[in-house]
């Protein structure tokens, strides 16, 4: 590296990691020397991973690193954290020590599902693109098998720690709708339990509604409230003595942080403490956390790329000597694949200081928070699974220059005529 450029290292190759990377050369150019670690030699889009278990490719869904970082001149190093050094500003990864001046840390989360008894043992669970296929596997035996005649019960599980359960809201919807098109829904029971007080709480009412909805429509049963106490290989048991037997289980477990740091301040669950607008880490001048390593409530893919962006702009911001452009402002974007149509939300939130209910939606959004329920946002689904490549292949940042304004236009007008709350 050349000496006279400021130095940032980051680990993580996953959403916020590349962001912060590849946002960081465009706004600092040749000035900063950047170094990207990544355990995997590709980038996973994991949002569409929900299409694997209906025949969807995982390959079609990976990027690989090696181009994007040499267009980029980004070095890749290839390997997983190993230790850090806080006063000699060094991070061990890969076998190669990484001198840094700023280093961001987003290695993400992991799943334990082990948190809830024998949830490990008999749920199928999607964390991972070979999860993911094996609950294709089983969806199609559970097809097969109602052939028979007797009912087949499936049954959806969110547990408490779940940091975001949108891709299992998704998956119910989307399996109610593949039985209807084999004409199989009448030999099946759904079932779906949530610990949480409502469904996809922290989103707030108008997607409960939407999903209160959807589910009378579709004759799925569904529970808030209900949090698991044990997985017995055909029921679950549930604190208050309900118990709901099943044929198939499908979870979404428990979040923890997938690299532990010594030396850093972090919550229970090895979430990164970070301050909110910039995402550096409590206490540290020089290291960030963005994405689901660090301590937002709230893990999702949309809210990464603005924490990355955070991050990209603190750190340019301190090179150039001046004040930061913007903040992380928490604003949450999805569209919540149904495969007849899809759900597309805008939500603001912020913290509440409450770890019941750590975040809520925005008091003062008004016309921000929107929700919408059309054919048509199945559209807007595959223009963003189309968009998010396309500049990831190219070392560009999700969330800057002419493409993602258009994308941005063409969003906006669309969650302003299919809105319908």
Not at 71 to 81: A, E, H, M, Q, Y
Not at 352 to 367: F, H, K, Q, Y
Not at 396 to 413: C, T
Request: aromatic residues 10%; hydrophobic residues 45%; glycine residues 8%.
């Amino acid at each position: 590296m050349n000496a006279d450029r400021t130095r940032v290292v980051v680990v993580g190759g996953g959403f916020a990691g590349l962001e912060s990377a590849f946002l960081l050369r465009k706004l600092l150019g040749d000035n900063v020397a950047i170094t990207l670690v990544s355990d995997r030699d590709e980038f996973l889009f994991k949002p569409n991973t929900i299409y694997i278990p209906f025949g969807g490719s995982e390959e079609s869904l990976k990027i690989r690193l090696a181009r994007p970082t040499a267009k980029r001149n980004i070095d890749l190093v290839r390997g997983s954290f190993e230790e850090l050094d806080r006063e000699r500003r060094v991070v061990r990864a890969g076998g190669r020590e990484l001198p840094y001046d700023y280093l961001v840390l987003a290695t993400g989360a992991a799943m334990r599902a082990e948190e809830v008894p024998g949830l490990a043992e008999y749920a199928e669970t999607i964390w991972n693109p070979a999860e993911m296929a094996s609950l294709g596997r089983r969806l199609h035996e559970l097809l097969e098998r109602s052939a028979n005649g007797r009912t087949q019960t499936i049954h959806f599980l969110v547990p408490p720690n779940n940091k975001c359960a949108g891709p299992l809201y998704e998956l119910v919807l989307m399996v109610d709708t593949w039985l209807r098109r084999h004409k199989a829904r009448d030999g099946f029971r759904i079932v779906w339990t949530t610990y949480e007080p409502s469904y996809i709480a922290a989103f707030g009412p108008k997607l409960h509604t939407v999903v209160t909805e959807e589910f009378a429509a579709r004759g799925i049963e569904g529970h808030t409230g209900w949090r698991v106490e044990l997985v017995e290989a055909d029921a679950v048991r549930f604190e208050g003595g309900e118990r709901r037997e099943y044929d198939l289980l499908v979870s979404f477990p428990p979040y923890v942080a997938a690299v532990r740091y010594s030396g850093l301040a972090a919550d229970e669950r090895g979430f990164l403490a970070t301050e909110p607008g910039s995402r550096r880490v409590v206490g540290e001048d020089r290291i960030y956390a963005p994405g689901d390593a660090g301590d937002f409530p709230v893990k999702q893919a949309f809210l990464a790329f603005l924490q990355a962006d955070a991050v990209a702009e603190d750190i340019a911001a301190r090179v150039e000597r001046r004040e930061p452009a913007f903040a992380f402002e928490p604003v949450s974007m999805c569209v919540m694949e149904e495969f007849d149509k899809a759900t597309f939300a805008q939500v603001p939130l912020h913290l509440t200081g409450d770890p019941a209910r750590p975040v809520e939606v925005l008091a003062s959004a008004n016309g921000a928070y929107r929700v919408g329920v059309s054919p048509a946002w199945r559209l807007g689904k595959k223009m963003l699974g189309l968009y998010l490549p396309f500049r990831f292949k190219a070392g560009r940042p999700f969330h800057a220059g002419a493409p993602w304004k258009a994308m941005e236009v063409g969003l906006k007008a669309m969650s302003t005529t299919l809105a319908r709350r």
